[in-house]
Nanobody
Framework: QVQLVESGGGSVQPGGSLRLSCAAS????????MAWYRQFPGKEREFVAL???????AYVDSVKGRFTIARDDAQKTVALQMDSLEHEDTAVYFC?????WGQGTQVTVSS
C-alpha cells in the first residue's frame, strides 16, 4: 500500500524558515521522482519542486533561491527546506509520488 505522510508544517513570521518532510512507503522510492505541490484557498494545486532519482531538481520560479528539495533514499524521505518565507507562501503543501498524494500539511506565514 502506497503511503505518504507529511510533517513539519506550522506558522512562521515572514522571513522565517520551515522544513517539511514526507515519509514514503509501499513503492520503489529509490526509482521515483518525488515532488511537492501546494494549494492556495480556492485554487488548484500547483507545482512547487521536484527531485528525480539522480538528484536532479526543478522549482517553480516563485520559490527559486528560497526553497530546497532533497531526498534520503535510505530513509525513504523527501524534504522541502523553505527559507525567506513570504505571506504568499501560505498554503497547504502536499507530497507527491508517481501515483498519489499525501494528506497535506498547512504552512501559514503571518506577522
Amino acid at each position: 500500500q502506497v503511503q505518504l505522510v507529511e510533517s513539519g508544517g506550522g506558522s512562521v513570521q515572514p522571513g522565517g524558515s520551515l522544513r517539511l518532510s514526507c515519509a514514503a512507503s509501499g513503492f520503489n522510492f529509490n526509482s521515483a521522482t518525488m515532488a511537492w505541490y501546494r494549494q492556495f484557498p480556492g485554487k488548484e494545486r500547483e507545482f512547487v519542486a521536484l527531485i528525480d532519482p539522480l538528484g536532479g531538481t526543478a522549482y517553480v520560479d516563485s520559490v527559486k533561491g528560497r526553497f530546497t528539495i532533497a531526498r534520503d533514499d535510505a530513509q525513504k524521505t523527501v524534504a522541502l527546506q523553505m527559507d525567506s518565507l513570504e505571506h504568499e507562501d501560505t498554503a497547504v503543501y502536499f507530497c507527491r509520488d508517481p501515483v498519489g498524494w499525501g494528506q497535506g500539511t498547512q504552512v501559514t506565514v503571518s506577522s
